[in-house]
């Protein structure tokens, strides 16, 4: 039996043994280079003790020095090519361009989840230039890594179109001074188990309130961003409730300023030729 079959078996079992998770129960760190290690050595039970700390024990696991550390300049070098074009949207349809939208207050509501932030969007296909590349090769070289965790092969998706119905869907996030949060919600789970980005800024440094919450069962905030260094990764299982509490909200909202939270998310995403898509939604925590 090869070992993504190992893999799939054992979420198989613990899923049917285990209520998905909801709240919070741990915080966990682990260097990213002992997680890549232990997956190339196809050492299954460490797998499985991952796994198991991801679904059965509801924890939060946080990756260290998951990005390159050159990946926040290749990051400016990206939005920098967007400074002087208008904020746009496209449906996920065959063709779709790379873009960036302004998601403030006026539009908020037309989405799945609410979220005052900035997203400069990125599919596979578009990727030519030399610094779309390199930004493409620096994050699934960590990405597969997560996608093999959570059952799938590591290249799965990867050469997908829209009308093959799932792509990834790679986005850089800023959460701006001044308010950028996204409210209580769950991932769509459906299509990939574990919810994966990097955390591209440091609480403290960048900002200094708000940043990434998950609730707990008594449906308290429970904040990890003190936790986490620029260029660590969050990884759990999407089920959980989370968000980002307002940053820095007595500031004023400044579209233009990189001076924010900075994140890059990574996603397996329903085209807009899957009717009834599956997406992360708003949660009322009082009921969830």
């Known amino acids: ?19 998905k998770p909801k709240y919070v129960k741990n ?4 260097d990213i280079d002992e997680l890549k290690s232990e997956i190339n050595k196809k050492n299954f039970s460490f797998i499985k003790k991952v796994i198991r700390n991801l679904h059965k024990d509801s924890s939060v696991i946080i990756l260290g020095n998951a990005a390159p550390k ?9 939005v920098n090519t967007y400074e002087n074009k208008k904020p746009t949207f496209y449906k996920m349809f065959n063709g779709v361009k790379n873009f960036y939208r302004i998601i403030d207050k006026k ?6 989840t609410y979220a005052i932030k900035q997203s400069y969007y990125f599919f596979n296909w578009n990727c ?6 390199k930004f493409q090769s620096d994050v699934y070289n960590f990405w597969r890594y997560t996608k093999l965790l959570a059952g799938i092969s590591k290249r799965k998706y990867e050469k997908n179109i829209p009308s093959d119905n799932k792509i990834d869907r790679i986005q850089i996030v800023k959460y701006p001074k001044g308010g950028g949060e996204i409210k209580d ?24 309130s708000g940043g990434i919450y998950f609730r707990d069962k008594k449906n ?6 003190n936790k986490i260094n620029d260029g660590d990764a969050v990884i759990f299982c999407g089920s959980i409730v989370h968000g980002v509490s307002k940053v820095d909200p007595k500031k004023r909202i400044n579209w233009k300023s990189k001076n924010a939270r900075w994140y890059v998310g990574m996603f397996v ?9 599956n997406t992360a939604t708003n949660v009322d925590i009082a009921n969830y």
């Open 1 to 19: 039996m090869n070992f993504l079959k190992k893999i799939q078996i054992y979420w198989d079992y613990i899923e049917k043994k285990y209520p």
């Open 27 to 30: 915080i966990i760190k682990i």
């Open 70 to 78: 050159d990946l926040k300049k290749t990051i400016f070098d990206l």
């Open 107 to 112: 539009v908020a509501y037309k989405y799945s």
């Open 128 to 133: 030519k230039s030399k610094t779309q590349r």
């Open 185 to 208: 919600h769950i991932d769509n789970v459906k299509n990939l188990r574990v919810t994966s980005g990097l955390v591209m800024s440091k609480k403290g440094v960048d900002f200094k």
């Open 220 to 225: 308290k905030k429970v904040f990890v961003e």
């Open 269 to 277: 995403e329903d085209s807009d030729y899957v009717k009834n898509r």
